[in-house]
């Protein structure tokens, strides 16, 4: 069964006393908990996940945590989160930064559910439909941010995400295609002295940087670690 608390049990219990036997196969099956309550706490704020979006992780707000201190270094004026999914970090952004956030994905059911976390926590995001690998944004940003798929196809993953969108988790060339397409695509969208703030695997910072160094051979390069003390996110200086 899924390692979860004597908390999340009596909610569930609380919402479905009609159905818990059926909520405990699932959970024995490794169903996520996050779907079956609905929402889950992200940086203090509620977003609604159901199987049509990743459910949004502890590293993830590690990286909002981050993105907020360094963009408050900026004087930006907008900001693109690209594959968005359930708009975690584009809401989250939003109600701790005073600048303009568009967000896009590929899949019209994760716009659907981003757009209602939108709505109910009450920030103002322009969403929109759109594949990155084929296509591009018509607008430069100060900022591009970034959690893209980034599992390779052979790695190992927990068995709770057999029930999320597999295209949120997995990327081709060893998990490396959305960064590489982020960076062959930025000098295009992304404006003079902009940044790219990215989540990335732990094993995958050094091959990361020297394809952004082949693009910006003068840029400053950080990667910083996660609360496990792993490579996870990278801050792209432009």
């Known amino acids: 069964m899924n390692n979860i608390g004597y908390a999340d049990l009596k909610l569930l219990k609380e919402l479905c006393p009609n159905d ?16 079956l309550i609905g929402y889950v706490d992200f940086y203090n704020t509620k977003i609604n ?16 945590e981050l993105a907020i201190n360094f963009l408050k270094t900026k004087n930006y004026t907008n900001l693109l989160d690209i594959g968005t999914g359930s708009g975690a970090i584009a809401i989250t952004l939003k109600k701790n930064l005073d600048i303009a956030i568009d967000a896009c994905d590929i899949s019209s059911k994760a716009l659907d559910i981003a757009k209602k976390n939108s709505l109910d ?3 103002n995001i322009n969403f929109y439909e759109m594949d990155i690998l084929k ?38 060339d060893d998990g490396l ?6 960076l062959d695509i930025s000098p295009y969208i992304l404006n003079e002295k902009g940044s790219i703030i990215l989540e990335i695997g732990s094993t995958q910072g050094k091959r990361i940087r ?18 496990n003390n792993y490579d996870r996110y990278m ?3 432009i």
């Open 210 to 227: 020297d394809y952004a160094l082949k693009i910006y051979p003068n840029a400053q390069i950080t990667i910083q670690k996660d609360y």
């Open 20 to 35: 818990f036997a059926n909520i405990k196969k699932k959970l024995e099956a490794h169903y996520p908990i996050q779907y």
């Open 49 to 64: 996940v159901n199987e049509d979006v990743l459910i949004p992780r502890f590293e993830t707000e590690r990286l909002v």
């Open 135 to 172: 296509t591009m944004p018509n607008i430069k940003y100060d900022c591009l941010i970034s959690n893209p798929p980034y599992v390779s196809n052979t790695e190992y993953t927990s068995p709770e995400t057999k029930y999320e969108p597999s295209i949120a988790l997995y990327a081709e």
């Open 121 to 123: 926590n009450s920030v």
């Open 235 to 237: 801050f792209i200086e």
């Open 177 to 182: 295609a959305f960064y590489k397409r982020i």
